[in-house]
């Protein structure tokens, strides 16, 4: 299976003038934007934060902060507003991998498109 990476913009919604914009990787099994810790002064004062376990794929438990309100916009696709997980990454080759969760995907009204590669739109909310 290929990889599909877009372009995102993060602002904090209570301080506009923090923001990143990154590459993610699109990442059906992750439930929310995650981003590397090291970044989280990168988005100025958040209006919330909590502590909480998350299993990753190798099922490992590990501890990350939940922290929002933030403006998400996927390249191409309306602007949510959500909460983000940071977590304790290694960069690889010096670069992080920040991952694009499914519900934000399904905010954006975003689907993957396994044959193309590719993030197309919805038209409709899923209310099944």
Not at 19 to 46: F, N, Q, Y
Not at 48 to 58: G, L
Not at 100 to 115: C, I, N, R, S
Request: proline share 5%.
């Amino acid at each position: 299976m290929g990889r599909i990476v877009t372009q995102v913009r993060i602002t904090n919604a209570l301080d506009p003038s923090h923001e990143i914009r990154c590459d993610a990787l699109v990442d059906t099994g992750a439930v929310s934007l995650v981003l590397p810790k090291a970044w989280k002064d990168r988005l100025g004062k958040l209006g919330s934060s909590q502590t909480e376990e998350f299993e990753t794929a190798d099922q490992r438990t590990i501890s990350g902060e939940i922290a929002g309100p933030v403006q998400i916009q996927i390249e191409g696709f309306r602007p949510v507003y959500s909460e983000v997980v940071f977590l304790d990454m290694t960069p690889i080759d010096g670069q992080y991998e920040p991952l694009l969760g499914y519900v934000v995907l399904e905010l954006a009204k975003a689907a993957v498109d396994m044959v193309g590669h590719r993030l197309v739109s919805v038209k409709h909310f899923d209310l099944k």
